[in-house]
Each structure stands twice: as structure tokens, then as C-alpha cells.
């Protein structure tokens, strides 16, 4: 199943982002969750974003980007709802490499975006605990 | 104190400069007809034989070498004796992955030693000094050529190589050093590093330096003799020369004075291959007259220059030449060390990137900054930024094992590297060497 994030490659320097958000915004495209790396020259944007093919039309050749899978687990915004997530992902031996969070519509439903080094046992173990996970389509709001 | 090292022949007359170099020229070409198949075909190939050659005006009938022909014939192809007779290598950049080596028989090194003796003279050296050579050694010339000098001068000589400045200046005010040997730039931050350390210019006991390796700037010259209260003068060599010596500065400091009676000069137009006159300036080309195991005739040296044969008023009959004014190809001094683009694409298509770079050179605190900025392909992109560090650090290796010195590098993303008229500018020298 698994959700589709956008990795922007960026310089690091004034305008760079600016400009990357003006694009997508312009388009009429929301943006879900976000997060910036950041290196001492560059950075790497990541985004979910509401329509992931027509921001890639967007980006097309003018920005070097990737698609990657990666793993939205719903969670109840509030203290003590993350860790069940992962201490079920530690039990699987699941490394995860990165991770941050979004709000949802409802006023108490989070998501929390993780890269994982598999995607497929991460979503069936975190389903058999009862844990629900994102696919694309319910992005699509 | 002596002004000379070898009097007799510094300051011989002109007559017998020429007729040592006739004498030279002719057994060189026999030696280099009969042991250097390489050079012996190029000869053929303009129908030339030895006895065409009766008298240096006919040295321009001869075939040129350039770093080409070495890339060519490395790594034995140019030697002039048995491996046997020689004793030492040295090695410096070549334009793509192979580098140049040259041999030394013996006497070879003793002629070149000469040399960098009669610079050390020249600068007011004698064995009542202590010479402080801070050039590397190793591989490059530098190093080995003034410590071989100073030897031979009978000079205290402190092989320090280049680095560690801390323990530079320890020794350089303990055993109270008078000559400095090393790369300008070099130079430089060391007076700058004394200063910081709240010596004065006054404090150290330094009378005269001896800098090459890199171009350099009159003006650069004037703040180091400034900051480390010497006089400063140029030194010019190459490796396919044997190293620093082929020419020095003495204390008119008006051009360096090219050892004739071992080096023959021409002074050619870098497209056409003719031989200039006296006074315009041209590619440098030089004849080794009597080096044995690496016997180059007409090398390129690719450095634009121009002769001055009036004479001087330090006595040396030798003619003089300027301070190098650019380069007829596009190698670049960096850290004292010869780089050539074309080494970069190299290692930039072995490691699996199409080679869209440019390289940046400034000069921070009187040391060269060496940046290399290298496109990425889509298909190399990785999300993870470990990926990327990983790429930058390995790209950085594979860079400095080639290179001899290590640029930071910088991954950026396709099309970002500018092109002038569709052709990218591969190179941005910020640094004022000229």
C-alpha cells in the first residue's frame, strides 16, 4: 500500500524554496506534510502532497526529485499515542530512517510519515496490531 | 662572501655559452637518436638524421615533446640509459589518469643540484646559512631540488617539507633559519602565521626566500618580503627539466637567468610551432643538453614567457627570462600542485557521472580554496542525505588519490552549472595571479 513522498533536491541558498512552493501552490495543490534535511550546500524537501503525479509534471526537469515509498500510520494526536507505533516496528527489526508527523481533518487524528527499510512487513505488522495505515488514494481529499 | 656558485661558467662570455651548447647539443642528439626510439621515430618522420643538426640554430628543425608524448610513452618510453644507471624517479601530473615520471641517473642529479646551488648563491646563500626547505617532498621537485642545492652549497639544510607551520616556526626561530624555501603562497602564511604568533618581522633571523612552484604576483612578492623582512626571489623549473634550478632570479631581480650552458630556450607561437624573436612573448620551450636518463629536446612547456638577452648587471651572462605570464593550455596551479581538467572528467566518468563540473579556485588567508561542483543525474539521486554525504566524501577520494590534492566537492542539481553560449565554463579562477 504505502504513500508516495516527493524528495526535492535544493540548494541551499536564499530563493531556493520560495521558489520550489510557489510552483506548487500556483497549481492549486496542497501540500500534506513536509520536511526539510538540510546539508551545509543543499537540502532535500520532502512533501505528500494532495495530487503526487501532477506536482511531478510541475518539477519536471527543472528540479532533480524522486519518488519514494514510505510508510503513514494513523495515530490520536495526543501524549502517548506514538510509541505503541514503534515499539511494534522496533519488534519487527523495522530500521527506520526518518520520520515526521501531520495533522488530519479530525480534531484529534495525527499521521506519522516513516521511511522504513521495509515497507511491506512494516504495514503488515502495524495493521495486525491494529495499527490503520495510509495509501495514497485516501490522500486524494 | 661568494656571489656565485660556478663563476667561471655563470659569468662566461657569450661565445663560449654558445660553443659549450654546440658541443653539448650534438652528443645529446646522438644520444637521444640512439637510445630513444620514441623521439628517434619523430625525427624520422621529419626525415632528420643527427648530422642535420651541426649547431643550436638547427635545434628548430627538430620534432617538439609535449605532456602528449609522455602521457604516450609512460612510463619507459622517453628514458635515455638502462634503468640500471638510473638511480632516482621523480613524478608529477599528467593530463589524464598516467603521470609523468622522470629519471636521474647520478649525474643527472648533480647537475641539477648544481643548479638550485647557483640559485641559493644567487640569493646570497653560502655555507654559513641555515636553509629551511619547506617544498614537499617525495614525488615532487621541489623538495629534493633545493635540498639538494643547499647540500651542495654546504648550507645547514632543514628538510621540513611543506605543513605542520607550528613546527616550522619552532625551528625556524630555534635554529635561526636565514633562507626560506617553499611556494609562495606558502610563504605567505607563514608570515602571517609569525605575526599571530607576536613575532615581528624583525624577530626572525630570515635575510632572502626562494619561491616557485606557483605563479606569483610583484605585489605578492612586496608583502612577503614585508612580513617576513627577506628579500624574495623567483625560481623556475619543471619536472620534465629535472625540477626547480632551470632558471633564478639574482639581485637585480629583473627576470631569472635560464642556466644555458644545460638548458637550451626557445620562445615559440603556441599555434603555428615557429620560433619567435627576442622580446615577444610565446611558449617557453626548452632542450636539456645534457641530462642522460630523461633526455627531453624541445619540450613545451606550455608557459607564455619572453627572453631578455641584454646583459645584466650581476655579472651572469645567462639570458633571462620573465616571470611566466599565463599558460598556452588550461593546466591549473593549485596548492603548488599541477592540475589539469581533464583529470577531473576522468575520475568523474570512472565514478559513474556524466562530467558536468566546474571548478572554483580563490584564495583565502594565502591559501588556494579548491571547490569542484559536479551535476547530478536523476537516475543518482537518493533520498536519504547519508546517500549524498557518502557520494560527496567518495567523489572527494577518488578527486585527491588522482589529483595529489583533495577538493570539496559539491553534488548540484542538473543544469545549475552555467553555460556561456552552450558551452559550460569548466573553470572560475578568482585568484589575481597574474
Redesign the interface.
Known amino acids: 500500500m504505502a504513500i508516495t513522498?516527493l524528495?526535492v533536491?535544493?540548494?541551499n541558498q536564499p530563493g531556493a524554496l520560495v521558489e520550489v512552493i510557489r510552483s506548487i501552490s500556483g497549481a492549486g495543490i496542497n501540500i500534506r506534510a513536509m520536511s526539510i534535511?538540510e546539508?551545509n550546500?543543499?537540502g532535500?524537501l520532502?512533501i505528500i502532497v494532495s495530487d503526487t503525479d501532477a506536482v511531478c509534471s510541475l518539477l519536471g526537469?527543472?528540479?532533480?526529485?524522486?519518488r519514494?515509498d514510505v510508510v503513514a500510520a494513523k495515530m490520536s494526536d495526543r501524549s502517548g499515542a506514538l510509541y505503541p507505533i514503534l515499539t511494534v516496528l522496533n519488534e519487527a527489526n523495522i530500521n527506520i530512517?526518518y520520520m515526521y508527523a501531520f495533522t488530519g481533518s479530525g480534531s484529534e487524528e495525527a499521521y506519522v510519515v516513516f521511511?522504513v527499510n521495509d515497507v511491506k512487513t512494516a504495514e503488515e505488522v502495524l495493521n495486525a496490531n491494529g495499527i490503520q495505515t495510509l495509501s495514497d488514494e485516501s490522500l486524494k481529499l | 662572501m661568494k656571489k656565485y656558485y660556478q663563476p667561471e661558467i655563470e659569468t662566461a662570455p657569450r661565445e663560449r655559452i654558445l660553443e659549450i651548447q654546440n658541443e653539448k647539443l650534438l652528443k645529446q642528439v646522438r644520444h637521444v637518436w640512439d637510445n630513444v626510439p620514441y623521439y628517434r621515430d619523430l625525427m624520422m618522420r621529419k626525415g632528420l638524421t643527427p648530422d642535420d643538426i651541426r649547431s643550436v640554430d638547427d635545434i628548430r628543425k627538430l620534432p617538439f615533446l609535449s605532456k602528449a608524448d609522455l602521457r604516450d610513452a609512460y612510463p619507459y618510453g622517453l628514458l635515455g640509459t638502462d634503468l640500471k644507471n638510473c638511480v632516482r624517479i621523480h613524478s608529477t601530473s599528467g593530463t589524464t589518469g598516467k603521470r609523468v615520471v622522470a629519471f636521474y641517473t647520478q649525474h643527472d642529479i648533480d647537475l641539477w643540484e648544481d643548479c638550485c646551488a647557483r640559485a641559493i648563491v644567487a640569493a646570497g646563500g653560502s655555507e654559513e646559512d641555515v636553509v629551511q626547505v619547506c617544498y614537499g617532498y617525495g614525488l615532487f621537485t621541489g623538495g629534493s631540488g633545493l635540498h639538494g642545492g643547499s647540500h651542495k652549497v654546504g648550507c645547514l639544510t632543514l628538510p621540513m617539507s611543506s605543513g605542520n607551520t607550528d613546527r616550522q616556526i619552532q625551528f625556524m626561530m630555534d635554529l635561526e633559519s636565514t633562507i626560506l624555501c617553499c611556494t609562495p603562497s606558502y610563504a605567505a602564511y607563514i608570515g602571517e602565521a609569525l605575526k599571530e604568533q607576536g613575532y615581528k618581522p624583525e624577530d626572525n633571523k630570515l635575510k632572502a626566500g626562494i619561491f616557485g612552484a606557483e605563479p606569483w604576483t610583484e605585489e605578492m612578492r612586496r608583502e612577503i618580503e614585508k612580513s617576513l623582512g627577506i628579500k624574495a626571489y623567483d625560481i623556475y623549473g619543471l619536472t620534465e627539466t629535472s625540477g626547480p634550478g632551470v632558471a633564478y632570479e639574482c639581485e637585480e631581480q629583473k627576470g631569472m637567468h635560464i642556466n644555458e650552458d644545460h638548458f637550451y630556450a626557445e620562445i615559440i607561437d603556441p599555434d603555428t610551432g615557429e620560433v619567435l624573436p627576442d622580446g615577444t612573448v610565446g611558449e617557453l620551450v626548452f632542450t636539456a643538453l645534457d641530462k642522460e636518463a630523461f633526455p627531453l629536446l624541445r619540450y613545451r612547456t606550455r608557459d607564455l614567457c619572453v627572453l631578455d638577452r641584454t646583459p645584466c648587471s650581476c655579472g651572469r651572462t645567462h639570458v633571462r627570462m620573465a616571470k611566466p605570464m599565463g599558460r598556452s593550455d588550461d593546466m591549473l596551479i593549485i596548492r603548488g600542485v599541477n592540475v589539469f581538467p581533464s583529470q577531473i572528467e576522468t575520475v568523474l566518468l570512472k565514478e559513474g557521472y556524466t562530467p558536468n563540473y566546474q571548478i572554483v579556485l580563490d584564495r583565502e588567508r594565502n591559501t588556494d580554496t579548491f571547490d569542484v561542483y559536479v551535476e547530478?543525474s536523476?537516475d543518482q539521486?537518493?533520498?536519504?542525505?547519508s546517500q549524498?554525504?557518502k557520494m560527496e566524501k567518495s567523489l572527494e577520494s577518488a578527486l585527491r588519490t588522482m589529483l595529489g590534492i583533495g577538493p570539496k566537492v559539491?553534488?548540484?542539481?542538473?543544469?545549475?552549472i552555467t553555460r556561456s553560449e552552450g558551452k559550460a565554463v569548466r573553470v572560475i579562477d578568482k585568484r589575481k595571479l597574474h
Do not use: C, G, N, W
Open positions: 513522498q524528495s533536491f535544493l540548494m534535511a546539508a550546500d543543499f532535500i520532502r526537469d527543472k528540479y532533480l526529485f524522486s519514494t530512517e521511511r | 547530478v536523476p539521486f537518493s533520498d536519504l542525505m549524498i554525504q559539491h553534488l548540484v542539481a542538473p543544469k545549475t
